[in-house]
């Protein structure tokens, strides 16, 4: 059925269901006019949205409506584990076309609850409006940190190390085998269909005491020189430690590119980039999903890599924006 002729309140009637996974923090979800949630004593509140156009963040010649919802939840997980934080409630909105067909909506709702279940957090409330031209998905997050505990961009510190969080580059590489129709690549595939949030490792991070962290939506390079900016503080990495999926070698070598640029340049791994203290080395190691890349050091707050030929290149912020011409 197309979603004109079920109309906005049946639409909306027909996916509340399901929608509570933490009824403990929720007084009223979906309605009335608001939700009323309830704050944790002795610890603050994060806020964060994020919004997926699409044709511009996502196409159904790669992915399906499911995979859309369930990508839409994890950028939108992903602030939150960049601080460190501790998922509660989400609002989602969407404007679409008439004439789209409710089973697709369906099944992007479907990718969004099966997030939120996993890492419970309730849906409490959106909005549902009519638009002419690609559907505009809207997530608005809240969640909550211990106070004066949230992880900043701005705290690195000159000595300390930076490190990731397992493969970097590799949804970058799921999308580039989906465009060139290049078969072999199925881990790839699913980290750009499905990528996962870290929000349990964000949290340890956090409680280990790291001293800023950042999350790789935009890209590696991006990433760390908002960091450096924020911090003022420059930042040297090596390339050849920043860890590749063997496909993503895989790709570059059959599209002759460089793969390391899949990394700094592709952005929506959705992994975590961050700073600690040096004396934190052995113990972030330990962890088994982290691969420490480089250190911070006084200067200018700029982002130097040292090459594999063992030379310095300055890299700029570059990864995805949406007003670059």
């Known amino acids: 059925m197309e979603l004109k002729n079920l109309g906005e309140f049946n639409f909306i009637h027909s996916i509340e269901s399901d929608t509570i996974y933490d009824p403990n923090t929720v007084v009223?979800?979906?309605g009335d006019d608001c939700a009323v949630y309830k704050v944790t004593e002795g610890y603050e509140q994060l806020v964060s949205t994020d919004t997926m156009v699409e044709g511009v963040h996502f196409s159904f010649q790669y992915m399906m409506p499911?995979?859309?919802?369930?990508?839409?939840?994890?950028?939108?997980?992903s602030d939150i584990a960049a601080m460190g934080g501790i998922p509660r409630q989400v609002v989602l909105?969407?404007?679409?076309?008439?004439?789209?067909?409710?089973r697709i909506l369906e099944e992007i709702y479907r990718g969004v609850k099966e997030q939120c279940q996993h890492y419970h957090v309730n849906l409490i409330g959106g909005d549902t409006v009519s638009i002419d031209g690609p559907m505009v998905w809207t997530i608005t997050i809240i969640g909550e940190i211990p106070q004066g505990k949230a992880v900043l961009r701005s705290g690195a510190q000159p000595g300390d190390v930076v490190g990731v969080t397992n493969y970097i580059g590799y949804a970058a590489t799921g999308l580039g085998s989906l465009s060139y129709n290049l078969d072999g690549y199925p881990m790839t595939r699913i980290g750009h269909q499905r990528p996962e949030p870290q929000i349990e490792l964000g949290i340890t991070l956090r409680e280990l005491g790291v001293h800023s962290m950042n999350d790789i939506s935009d890209g590696l390079s991006s990433e760390l020189n908002e960091i450096a900016k924020s911090s003022r503080v420059s930042i040297i990495i090596d390339e050849t430690l920043i860890p590749l999926h063997e496909e993503t070698y895989k790709l570059a070598e059959a599209l002759q590119t460089n793969p390391i640029d899949y990394a700094l340049l592709g952005g929506e791994d959705f992994q975590l980039v961050f700073t600690a203290p040096k004396e934190l080395s052995k113990a972030l190691e330990n962890l088994g999903s982290i691969t420490l890349i480089g250190?911070?050091?006084?200067?200018?707050?700029v982002v130097q890599s040292v090459t594999k030929a063992k030379e310095i290149?300055?890299?700029?912020?570059?990864g995805y924006n949406h007003f670059h011409e």
Do not use: C, F, W
């Open 28 to 30: 009223q979800g979906i």
């Open 66 to 77: 499911y995979d859309v919802g369930y990508r839409l939840m994890t950028a939108n997980l």
């Open 93 to 102: 909105s969407v404007a679409a076309p008439g004439h789209i067909d409710t």
């Open 295 to 301: 250190e911070v050091i006084e200067g200018e707050p």
């Open 313 to 318: 290149r300055l890299l700029e912020a570059k």
